[in-house]
């Protein structure tokens, strides 16, 4: 996606630790208007699929997930990464070790709001290493559901995450993927259109 390409050269910022910062649009800030257009971006990439839910993980992922969900008419169910007292009932739960934070967090969900008869699109603002969808997709498997695809917004291809997920036959579609960056330079993997 070329508008998001640019985005992110304008406004992304490279951190120590192949972080990259895109506070401004999408993890801090939200530009609405552009995460419509993310959101029908998803739809027309995952047109094909026959979704009836969408899974992210909190907090990023769940701004990015709500507007996708307009665009295809399903509901979004996100992973906690707490326990609450909210929580009721018979949960799945899987570990993720966290990129961003360094460490590893329980990824809990209830079981009423994911099952056999789902159909899953794993939507997520990030993706490196593959942990957090990594975790998404033992969910879902733990729930008997199917993955019919994962939708990232940006994933950065010099980690192995997206190459791993994609060799065992997931269907990852990334809009934006850093091949390298530094402080003042990002430069993106050319992709089918
Ligand atoms: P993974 O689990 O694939 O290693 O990392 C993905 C998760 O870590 C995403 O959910 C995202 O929140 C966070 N993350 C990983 N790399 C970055 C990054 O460069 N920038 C930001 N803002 N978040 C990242």
Redesign the pocket.
């Known amino acids: 996606m070329k508008a998001l390409e640019e985005k992110i050269r304008r406004e992304g910022q490279v ?1 120590p630790g ?6 401004s649009f ?2 801090h800030q939200m530009d609405i208007a552009f995460i419509n257009e993310i959101g029908k971006e998803f739809k027309r990439l995952f047109a094909d699929c026959n979704i009836n839910k969408i899974l992210t ?1 909190e ?3 769940i701004g990015i997930a709500c507007i996708t969900a307009q665009y295809f008419n399903v509901p979004i169910v996100f992973a906690k990464k707490k326990q609450s007292i909210n929580l009721d009932g018979e949960q799945y739960t899987t570990k ?5 934070h360094q460490k590893t967090y329980d990824v809990i969900l209830s079981k009423k709001y994911l099952g056999p008869s789902d159909r899953v699109l794993i939507i ?12 998404l997709i033992e969910i879902i498997n733990e729930a008997g559901a199917t993955l019919e695809g994962v939708g990232i917004v ?1 994933e ?1 291809g010099f ?1 192995d ?1 997206g190459k791993e997920i994609r060799a065992r036959g997931i269907n990852v579609k990334s809009l934006a993927i850093v091949k390298s960056m530094t402080d003042h330079d990002i430069e993106f993997e050319e992709q089918d259109s």
């Open positions: 951190r192949n972080i990259l910062k895109v506070d999408l993890n993980i907090a990023s992922g993720v070790q966290s990129f961003t997520d603002d990030f993706l490196a290493n593959g942990c957090a969808v990594n975790g940006i950065k980690q995450g």
